[in-house]
């Protein structure tokens, strides 16, 4: 029997407060505009990034005959890409990329294989919840997560005591993908306070380990406690909510102020009303490009508010693998069929021109427990392409509207997912000066029948040019 999300979080804010460890601080940095539908900003250079140091020379590489899918509207496609230490030279034909490699690089045959940036998983509790999946250990959690593909997470509940797990274990060398910290400031009623005063928004403790923001709880997580304009139609309250409209935006606007990205979990479309209204209120018409405040599940959106967000350039930040055929029910018990169209509004949001980042939520991938997922890049692009959480599964229309395309969630997985923890200078496209953090599939997930999406394989995972997975079908890809 899995564990229930509520029992395995309640208790958590005895754990939350706690002393602060000292690191630097980033500086203001340049933000470009944010990414509409199917694009992203180009990156620009940061001079917060923190290298890679090493007493070895740096390893040079270059991966040929490849089938590059760069994430970058300057350059597509490629089919060579050129490594020294963690940082990518080169990127172009083989030619070109070979002409320009330091002559003592290793030469790897990619075989034709796409190679695209690592997948970066925008919401998840891969290591801090990974009891609820199983791995008896952190370690376990990230050799998961790099076999699926994930070179980048972003741990969205993470207490003094995660943290301080996070530290140790990049000190110890086992932080072997990066990973975005959100810090919590309440779980259900129970309100921890600003219990980080001590640590400064986006700090980075070293290349694989930042804070990324601050995390909120609007209102409850569960669809039949989401809190609601008018009430659900299978019972007569409105659901619950764990702050007052003045109370929200009082907080919203003193973390605000201090620089902090705010990542608010909300589900009702009440709730969302809430958090759009403290944003704006602490934005004052300045533009959220700056900031990056994010809204977090978005289980029940009008029409108006997909607008709003679009015109506050508020990021939707979306699961998935959420509000598939295995969920209908619930689901429409609880809004009725006038309200359906609000749910799971992934194409809409996107096509709107919400900037928006794609997402797992796992181990809390909201699936039934007959189709669990297994948290894989491309398990989550197959439902969120087809809808599907099993082959034999037939979603329903609500579902079928807001089916993404592949390119779109690549996208939405890749470099939208960078922007939205500011990094968009450092990953998310494979261009020159950017991190080595790359993925080779076993086929090409643009060609493969949608119904074969989610077979296609991880055979090799990069992170700061070094593999940190080599499938057993991997041959002579890793160096």
């Not at 990230?142 to 995660?162: M, P």
């Not at 921890?192 to 709880?217: A, C």
């Amino acid at each position: 029997m899995p564990v229930s999300r509520r029992g395995f979080l309640v208790g958590l804010s005895a754990v939350v407060a706690g002393g602060a460890l000292e690191a630097c601080a980033l500086g203001a940095s340049t933000t470009p505009t944010p990414p509409s539908a199917n694009e992203a900003p180009t990156p620009s250079a940061d001079p917060n990034r923190t290298p890679a140091t090493s007493a070895a020379p740096p390893v040079a590489l270059v991966l040929r005959n490849a089938t590059i899918l760069t994430m970058d509207p300057t350059r597509p496609a490629a089919d060579a890409v050129a490594i020294v230490g963690d940082t990518i030279t080169g990127v172009g034909t083989e030619a070109d990329v070979l002409a320009a490699a330091p002559p003592d690089a290793t030469i790897i045959d990619v075989e034709g294989r796409v190679l695209l940036p690592g997948f970066n998983d925008a919401h998840c509790h891969r290591v801090g919840d990974r009891d609820v999946s199983g791995y008896d250990s952190a370690e376990t959690a990230i050799e998961e997560a790099l076999k699926g593909g994930w070179t980048s997470i972003s741990e969205l509940f993470v207490s003094q005591e995660r943290l301080d797990e996070l530290q140790a274990l990049d000190a110890a060398g086992h932080l072997r993908l990066r990973v975005n910290a959100y810090l919590p400031v309440n779980y259900l009623d129970d309100k921890f306070g600003v219990w980080f005063t001590d640590y400064r928004p986006h700090q980075v403790f070293s290349p694989r380990l930042r804070i990324g923001g601050v995390k909120i709880f609007a209102d409850s997580a569960w669809t039949n406690e989401m809190y609601m304009t008018k009430p659900h139609t299978d019972h007569p309250d409105r659901g619950v909510v764990y702050w007052t409209p003045d109370e929200l935006t009082d907080l919203v606007r003193s973390l605000h102020d201090d620089g902090w990205q705010l990542a608010t979990h909300t589900c009702g479309d009440s709730a969302h009303d809430m958090v759009l209204d403290a944003y704006e209120a602490a934005l004052a018409g300045a533009s959220n490009v700056d900031h990056r405040h994010r809204i977090d599940h978005l289980m029940a959106v009008r029409d108006d508010q997909v607008q709003r967000m679009a015109e506050l350039a508020i990021i939707a930040s979306f699961q998935m693998t959420w509000f598939t055929m295995d969920t209908t029910p619930d689901v429409e018990g609880t809004v009725g069929p006038d309200r359906l169209p609000w749910i799971g509004r992934w194409r809409d949001l996107v096509e709107a021109g919400v900037p928006s980042v794609a997402s797992t939520d796992h181990p809390w991938d909201d699936l039934a427990d007959a189709h669990r997922s297994d948290g894989r890049a491309m398990t989550a692009l197959a439902v969120a392409v087809t809808r599907k959480p099993a082959p034999d599964v037939t979603p329903a229309q609500w579902q079928l509207d807001q089916r993404l395309s592949v390119e779109q969630v690549l996208e939405l997985t890749t470099r939208a997912a960078a922007y939205a923890t500011f990094e968009e200078d450092l990953k998310g496209s494979i261009r020159t000066g950017l991190l080595a953090d790359l993925v080779v599939l076993s086929d090409d997930p643009r060609t493969v029948p949608v119904e074969d999406l989610a077979d296609v394989s991880v055979l090799m995972t990069m992170v700061g040019g070094k593999a940190e997975y080599c499938s057993p079908n991997a041959g002579q890809l890793c160096p």
